[in-house]
């Protein structure tokens, strides 16, 4: 079945820079794109922007550009989000998911488990 | 921040029906599909109702979704226990280029 599984929980100082991987299967990996999407605790849900998994361009909503990075290794489907300079603010879970009905649609399907990004000195 | 407003909780007894609104505006409901999501507490959103109105398999015929203009709106019939969760809207803004959630609706079955 379609799945994408997120690396584990990470703690960080600020200051630090982390790297979140997002493994694809079920599916061929480069025909949709793969979305970042953020969750604060207590929030809702924000979208970071997308990849094109076939090309590796990067779009990067308003607010997650400079220190996001979204990057593909399609030779083993993973999706990969960087974040540098951590910030405190920068704590939250941290989904994959992938783009699903069309390019210009809200569609996200499946989602990945989340990878909670913790930044603590 | 969101561009989509929903309520921020909605609540029923088992049975019961419940309707969750979506208030957006022309550059995204009213001009694009809708989506809904549901989150179960500590997991991860699962689509539930694209394209306004469809369901994907496996979600039961217990959620429909509508829209109309620039507002959509997610209905649970029969409502269970387990669909105590918080449940997001979703559209397609074509002034940001990009896709848009709502604020959450915290479901509560009393």
């Known amino acids: 079945q379609v799945q994408l599984v997120q690396s584990g929980s990470e703690l960080k100082k600020p200051g630090a820079s982390v790297k979140v991987s997002c493994k694809a299967s079920g599916y061929t990996f480069s025909n949709n794109e793969m979305n970042w999407v953020r969750q604060a605790p207590g929030q809702g849900l924000e979208w970071m922007g997308w990849i094109n998994t076939n090309t590796g361009n990067p779009t990067y909503a308003q607010g997650f550009t400079g220190r996001f990075v979204f990057s593909v290794d399609t030779s083993v489907s993973t999706a990969y989000l960087q974040i540098s300079s951590l910030k405190a603010e920068d704590t939250a879970v941290y989904y994959c998911?992938?783009?699903?009905?069309?390019?210009?649609?809200?569609?996200?399907?499946?989602w990945g488990q989340g990878t909670l990004v913790t930044v603590s000195s | 921040q969101s561009v989509l407003t929903q309520p921020p909780s909605a609540s029923g007894t088992p049975g019961q029906r419940v309707t969750i609104s979506c208030s957006g505006s022309s550059s995204n409901i009213g001009s694009n599909y809708v989506f809904w999501y549901q989150q179960l507490p500590g997991t991860a959103p699962k689509l539930l109702i694209y394209r306004n109105n469809q369901r994907p398999s496996g979600v039961p015929d217990r959620f429909s979704g509508s829209k109309s203009g620039t507002s959509a709106s997610l209905a649970i019939s029969g409502l269970r226990s387990e669909d105590e969760a918080d449940y997001y809207c979703a559209a397609w803004d074509d002034s940001l280029s990009g896709p848009v959630f709502g604020t959450g609706t915290k479901v509560t079955v009393l």
């Open positions: 998911a992938r783009g699903w009905g069309g390019r210009t649609a809200a569609g996200f399907y499946p």
